[in-house]
């Protein structure tokens, strides 16, 4: 049998060129002798669990000279308590992952802001300020909504990249003037001081990946362009 | 108490550096057989080969400035084959062995880390292999020599040796390459397509003579001027970039030596299509005088020395390992694999001993994709068939259907096998 396309003689019972993916006629009906059995090999990855047993072991290194200073100086916790849940906040966001070999975003992604807030609220009390749940919380609730949205969009929707990118950088934008409304009700500060600047240039950005998302000629040219 | 580990070779050092999470540098040799493979047989033949072949029979070890190789205590325990070659080799796969011993139907596959040995070193331990399985199955007689290793005598430590530290030339040469154009494509994770292209070696020796240039560099050109399309096709004249192809050079013809480890390098040669339009003719030629020009005794030797030197310096010596994986690694990304589009690794004719080529219909050599460009072809010649074959990590095969297409044009009959499903 030979590919009327390609000219190259193939094996008997193929169903297609596997140069051209012509369709083979097949009159005797015969099948293909396969030359590889169908399994396949368990995906390996490296495991490479070096760097998080090394970062924890640094970690719980740093918070026990912290906890010794900080008692052997003052008998109390004092200014320790920053520097311990600033350590385990980022254990939480750049070594908790790497224990797992598929760490899952729409799962990590809200842990990291839970551990944010948290942080973000000892701070709060430390300091005895009032400014949590007037104005952290709800910034620190949106920005997990708004990146959970994008990872999951990105995992499970085939497709469409630049629509949720460029829907992304918009809401973005939206989040910016957000903040600067939270940070009015908070702190009693002015409106539109530099959040306008900030949404026309995320609103811009986006938009422009909108654009060129629905213009397939455009998209193909940027394509060409800018591979990587 | 005898050694038991060995140093990587000059050329065997950057491949555990340069390894990334889902992708380590292997090739892979096959000899098909007249009948189905039993696997029993075939594991007494793989274990009566250790004490000749020991660096095959080795697990990669980190030590504090460098990498080496270290006799496996662990079998090499023959498997059946996959749905395709070369799967990631995992730094816990290298800690037991690097050495991959496969079956399936009538074929007898070996797969091996890049540090232990190249293509020439890997078929002579293939085709011994495949000797020691026919005499244990047949009980034939198969005289050594050629790519058959005597198994009676241990390994001469000629063979062992690191043959790029004895023919070094004094002097470096530059490693001054001007980036070439890039393939690439929609990639696959993890799954290779391989298409084998079989050819009657005379009918590529008769075009390539009446062209007068050798086998390799008729490849090359056919191959160049299919990227040459592809590249024309989607990237406007003034941005194209030099199509260049690698072509490894066994030095052991060069410099007479014998080992079994590395000892190869590579030259990339082609032409810069901004400067006009080349034949088939003029690209043949322009490639077979490149090769030529290069590879030669000389010439390699500047090279090699432009990879022993740095590693001879003390500061680069007394450097944590650790250290040089990112620095070689670095060196790699930058100027490792961007002189060339892809690589044609030919093997040439290989023969065997007479008893032997009765029960041996095919043999083949696969080299996988590189860390950044996405394929790759290997070829070698056996019994009047040349096995062309080409690999790839991605989805499009627009690259092997031009490769093969300009073939048949050349009046070269082209049968097609391949792994996709």
Redesign the interface.
Known sequence: MYCVKCGVKLQPGVESCPLCHTPVWNPEGKTEEKRYPASLPERTREADLSGAVAFTILSAVAILVTLTVCFKLYGALAWGGYVILGIALFYVLAVLPRWFRHPRGEVFVPVDHAAAAAYVLYICLKTGGHWFLSFAFPVIACSALLSTAMVCLLKYVRGGRLFIFGGFLMLCGGFTVLVEFFEHLSFHTAMFRWSLYSFTGFFGAGLFLLIVGMIPSLRSSMEKRFFF | MAKNWYRLDTAGLIFPAIAR??WSNAFRVSATLDEPIDPDTLQRAADDLRPRFPSFYVTLRKGAFWYYLEHSSARVLVR??????L??M????LKQNCLRILY?QN?IAVECFHSLSDGRGGSVFLCTLAARYLELRHGLTIPPGGMVADLSQPPPPEELEDSFLKNAAPVAASRREEKSYRL?GTPEH??KT????LVPTQALLDEAHRRRISVTALLAAVMARSILQLQAA??PLRRQRPVKITIPVDLRRLYGSRTMRNFSLVLNLGVDPRYGDYSLDELGRIIYHQLQAAATPQNMAGMIAANVQPQQLTVLRLTPVGVKNFVMNQVYRASGESGGCLNISNLGNVELPEPMRRHVRRLEFIIGPQRSYPNNCSVLSYGGTTAINMIRSIRE?EL??LF??HL??LGI?????????
């Open positions: 999470r889902d059946q084959d996959y749905a395709y070659p799967s990631f995992s730094s816990a796969e399936y074929r690439h993890g799954f391989l298409t084998t292209g989607e990237t095969s092997e259907r093969f297409s048949v044009e009959p082209v049968e097609i096998e391949c792994n996709r499903r």
